[in-house]
């Protein structure tokens, strides 16, 4: 075994148990934007926040939300209830701008920020795309899990499904406490 590898098989397991924890302050970050832009959550202070991990190749990220335009609409009632949405592209599988043509082209509302070492990834327990976290006004982590309970690759309709994500942004804005603060994250894995 060479010495990185044997040193990250070593650290692997205390970067794992050092996830992003519920009721906990969210872990700070830094990310570039596809735009070249920086985005910090300390700057992001006083607002909700979504972080929505991405893979355009991934057919639950891209063929199942964001090709058929269903990213896009629970990004805009995201909006309309008051969270700021950044998508983050985790590895070195896309570019910034290989995204950024294809936010263009697939009309993405959201901020998309590429996240290449994984840091922010790792420091969440992102597993898999979509994998999402809500941040509360107040930077406290209260939701992570899949964005709904569909968890078919296949597009389908919104009858007899939650969007988990959207239903925490609406008990945050009502001033309750999220009522189902964690699920399990369905997807492809996240490429680190």
Known sequence: ?????????????????????????????????IDGKTVKLADLKGKVVVLEWFNPGCPY?????????????????????????????????????????LATSWKIPSTVAVDPEGTVGRAYGAKTTPHCFVISAEGALVYKGAIDSNTSSKHAEDAGYRN??????????????????MTKPYGCGVKY
């Open 164 to 181: 988990h994500v959207l239903a925490a942004l609406e008990d945050l804005k009502a001033g309750r406490a999220v009522s189902q603060p």
């Open 1 to 33: 075994m060479r010495l990185p590898t044997l040193l990250l098989a070593l650290i692997a397991p205390l970067v794992a148990s050092a996830e992003a924890e519920i009721g906990k302050p969210a872990p700070d970050f830094t990310l570039t934007t």
């Open 61 to 101: 990220s891209g063929a199942k939300f964001y090709k058929p335009g269903k990213m896009q609409d629970i990004q805009r009632k995201a909006a309309e209830l008051g969270a700021t949405w950044l998508t983050v592209s985790t590895g070195r599988a896309n570019s910034a701008a290989d995204l950024a043509k």
